[in-house]
Structures are given as structure tokens and as C-alpha cells.
């Protein structure tokens, strides 16, 4: 009955996403590091796109190009060839100065390390996302609220957990409020409570704060809150339905 209701609730939340604004539009992007006989390619004519209010994972091993596709998806890499669309800004050509301002705007990154600076409380942490002010002194303190974190703001990473510290580095995501969250490997230092716990935020923020959220894993265990599951395959996706009764769809159809 659990994953019956599961089920239910995401096939509502698919048909939902389809009115939804399309936050991240990727098309036919191919990416090639060398030339020559060294060639590789590492993304090969990727289709994919995200809307407000979706949670999607993306597993595969190691090389693979889960890496590849998350920094050509936040605007850190040029693609070889296709397009990308990050809300109404075409990034493909965009020059460096205009793409990193746009990036900023648009984009927040939560790293496997949390990356959070070590010489600096908690509350501080929001420095090197924007300069605080009244205003935004205030939504940092809602944020570290809402995260169940508010307790922590007077101390420094090192007296955190793992878990304590992923929470942070959300809370430093969300603070600009962008529109679209990338997540590479979150839970990879985490213990299974732990990780589990943080996942289970990523899908609550996206679905109750209209993010769309990509969660790159290598923990198929973590992607039971997906809307959407795609698996990276010698540079394609490959979608996962949650209908096992629905044959996989490819990025090359």
C-alpha cells in the first residue's frame, strides 16, 4: 500500500510538472575533451530538461559522465555541441562575465564536501553567497529555521555532524533563491540515516518551494524520492519509469 500511494503521489507530481515553467532545457548536447585519436566523448546528444517542482536523480559508476553533464548543467562548462536554456537565458554562448552573473542568480551548487569555509560560524557562511543585509540576514535566519539548524548558528563546521553540515551547505544553496539546485554526490560521506535524511530535504524543497532540483548519486537507494531517475550510461541518459510496465526511454530517441 506504501508504494502504491508512492507511486500515485509522484504519477500526480509528473502530470503536475508537465504545466509547470521548464527551469533547465538541454539539447542535443555533446561534449568532446581532445581531438583526434585521443578523443573522448564523454556527453553524446543529451536531451533533457527539468521543471519547477521537480526532484530528479541521475546514477551511474564512476567515468560515466555524471560529472560532465552537472557542470554543463550549472553553466561551469561550455557543451561541444547543442544548446542550453536556464530559465529564459541561453547559456551556450553566453560570454564568461554575463554567465557567471547569471549563474549566480540562477543556480545553487551543494557539493559532496559541503564546502562550507571552516574559519566561519554557520550564520556567517551566507557572507560568501551575498553581502548580508536586514533583509537578508532575515531569510538566512528562516532558512537555518526551516532546516532545523537555527540551534547551530554559533558554531563552526568542524562541531558539526556530517548531516548538520549538508544542512548548512542547503540552506547556502537556497539563500538566493534560485531557481535551480544541482547536487553532486550529497550523500557520499553521509551514513544511511543521515543521507536519507537529506535526500528526503532535497524533495521537500523542491516540491514545496518550486525548485527544480538535480541530484547527481552513485546510491540508487537515495532516488526513492525522484520524481524522475535517470541512469548515465557511456555518456546517455536513460530514463528509469516508475511504471515497471513502461519500457525505458533513451536520450537518442
Known amino acids: 500500500p506504501f508504494e502504491q500511494s508512492q507511486k500515485s503521489t509522484r504519477l500526480q507530481r509528473l502530470e503536475a510538472n508537465k504545466m509547470a515553467q521548464t527551469v533547465l532545457s538541454m539539447e542535443h548536447i555533446t561534449k568532446t575533451f581532445g581531438s583526434g585519436h ?8 543529451i536531451d533533457f530538461s527539468v521543471t519547477a517542482g521537480e526532484f530528479v536523480s541521475i546514477i551511474g559508476p564512476s567515468g560515466s559522465g555524471k560529472s560532465t553533464f552537472l557542470t554543463i548543467a550549472g553553466g561551469l562548462q561550455r557543451p561541444s555541441e547543442g544548446k542550453i536554456i536556464i530559465g529564459q537565458q541561453d547559456f551556450t554562448d553566453l560570454p564568461d562575465k554575463k554567465r557567471s552573473a547569471a549563474r549566480f542568480k540562477e543556480i545553487g551548487f551543494i557539493l559532496q564536501s559541503s564546502n562550507l569555509v571552516p574559519f566561519l560560524k554557520v550564520s556567517e557562511q551566507f557572507e560568501f553567497v551575498n553581502k548580508l543585509n536586514k533583509d537578508n540576514q532575515k531569510e538566512a535566519a528562516s532558512l537555518l529555521r526551516s532546516l532545523d539548524i537555527w540551534e547551530l548558528r554559533n ?4 562541531e558539526l555532524s556530517g548531516g548538520e553540515r549538508q544542512r548548512v551547505a542547503i540552506a547556502r544553496a537556497l539563500f538566493n533563491d534560485p531557481s535551480l539546485i544541482l547536487a553532486d554526490e550529497p550523500t557520499a560521506s553521509l551514513d544511511s540515516e543521515h543521507a536519507f535524511d537529506v535526500v528526503k530535504l532535497l524533495a521537500k524543497e523542491a516540491h514545496e518551494k518550486q525548485k527544480a532540483i538535480i541530484m547527481v548519486t552513485h546510491d540508487p537507494r537515495m532516488t526513492q524520492w525522484s520524481d524522475r531517475v535517470y541512469r548515465m550510461q557511456d555518456g546517455l541518459l536513460v530514463e528509469d519509469s516508475i511504471n515497471p510496465h513502461t519500457s525505458s526511454k533513451t536520450s537518442e530517441e
Not at 585521443?38 to 546528444?45: E, N, S
Not at 558554531?155 to 568542524?158: C, D, I
Open 155 to 158: 558554531k563552526f563546521p568542524k
Open 38 to 45: 585521443t578523443a573522448v566523448t564523454a556527453l553524446k546528444g
